[in-house]
């Protein structure tokens, strides 16, 4: 009885539908052609239908030697060993890194990984991320800096591109401020000051004879400051002595040996600089614009519980 019933189904479903749309009777249907991936650039590795390509790679790299560089552990020589910047050090890292990330890439997708709430909610987060970068690349892509733009900022602000100050500077120290006017009387009656700054100074410095060598202002850090504006007033001329005025390691007495005025960084030279700042000034007023625009048309809404924030 079952095998009539079956038979009569079979039948109906023929009749209705024909033999080709009855999987166990019509013909397998051709499975859908795999697309080749896109190539963007030099191919260099394969893991499945997974690319590498050159210019990943130089990505890659570039960010790690930037991150080198950045180190302060580090010192020049053992920086320079680090970076992967030799044939050999770049294939090694294409089989242990990339070629590696893209096996478990894969792995992780037999097991249906990308599936995971959490690593869908990451993914999410991501694309968010790099769509609001885009955004902001395709807001900005157009704006430029004109040459009267550059030549602009540099007539007006020529003050800026000027290399500081230098000078030679000798310095006596002594414990209380007693002290320092009986060397500044000595100095008044002839005392050289290098021999005095042997003799009575506190300071390191005493044993060079106060010699400070070529500073500028700040070398000496924030401490100094009082130092610093006395030092390079310009009212103190070559040869001439200040002091005693308090410091940071007592009463100082100090004579300028030397002035190097600071050099005039030329147009030329300082023109990439003020192009960077001015391209930076200008798309970031864009973005501000473009984003006050969206806000200011409703079709976006925000909200923000601040009460949540903890």
């Not at 249906?112 to 769509?131: M, Q, S, T």
Request: net charge negative; proline share 3%.
């Amino acid at each position: 009885m079952k095998r009539e019933i079956f038979i009569f189904i079979l039948c109906s479903l023929l009749l209705v539908y024909g033999c080709e749309k009855i999987p166990f009777f019509g013909k397998e249907k051709p499975k859908p052609e795999v697309q080749p991936p896109i190539v963007r650039g030099t191919v260099i590795a394969k893991v499945d239908d997974l690319l590498i390509t050159l210019e990943e790679l130089n990505l890659h790299l570039d960010v790690f030697n930037a991150s080198i560089d950045l180190r302060e552990d580090l010192s020049a020589e053992e920086k320079k060993v680090a970076k992967i910047d030799t044939h050999e050090k770049k294939v090694s890292y294409v089989k242990e890194i990339l070629i590696r990330q893209r096996v478990l890439y894969q792995a992780a997708l037999d097991r249906g990984l990308d599936h995971k709430e959490e690593i869908v909610e990451i993914l999410e987060r991501d694309k968010i991320a790099i769509l609001a970068r885009e955004m902001q690349n395709e807001i900005i892509k157009n704006i430029d800096v004109s040459s009267t733009e550059i030549e602009q900022v540099y007539e007006e602000s020529k003050e800026l591109f000027k290399e500081p100050e230098i000078r030679r500077i000798r310095e006596i120290v002594t414990k209380t401020e007693e002290e320092a006017r009986e060397v500044l009387i000595e100095l008044y009656q002839g005392t050289d000051f290098t021999l005095l700054a042997k003799t009575r100074s506190i300071a390191n410095s005493a044993e060079a004879g106060g010699s400070l060598g070529e500073i500028k202002k700040g070398d000496r850090g924030e401490e100094f400051f009082a130092f610093d504006e006395i030092a390079f007033s310009p009212t103190l001329l070559k040869d001439s002595i200040a002091g005693p005025f308090k410091g940071p390691e007592g009463y100082y007495i100090i004579k300028v040996e030397e002035i190097k005025e600071g050099k005039q960084v030329s147009l030329t030279d300082a023109w990439e600089m003020i192009k960077g700042l001015l391209l930076r000034n200008k798309q970031k007023e864009e973005l501000d614009r473009f984003y006050s625009r969206l806000l200011q048309s409703g079709k976006i809404r925000v909200d923000i519980y601040e009460k949540e924030i903890k």
